[in-house]
């Protein structure tokens, strides 16, 4: 039985530290990619572009995510 939770299209959103993921929203450096630093029932995220950490609900990073971004 797979207990992973999938995302409109299908995929599983099972996230992991270190990742890049692209939100809907971009922050207001311009950026659009954040690194996960932290997992769980609240992720805690850092801005790629100006190094911004932020802490959001599972379901708020679930809603907006856009997809992976490419580790440069």
């Not at 995302?7 to 954040?34: I, R, T």
């Not at 992720?43 to 599972?58: E, K, N, P």
């Amino acid at each position: 039985m797979n207990t992973g939770r999938l995302s409109e299209y299908g995929e599983n959103m099972d996230f992991q530290v270190g990742q890049v993921v692209k939100l809907k929203k971009q922050h207001p450096c311009g950026a659009n990619a954040w690194e996960i630093i932290r997992v769980g029932a609240d992720f805690r995220l850092r801005c790629t572009g100006c190094s911004h950490q932020v802490m959001l609900a599972r379901r708020l990073v679930e809603k907006n995510f856009k997809g992976f971004a490419e580790n440069a």
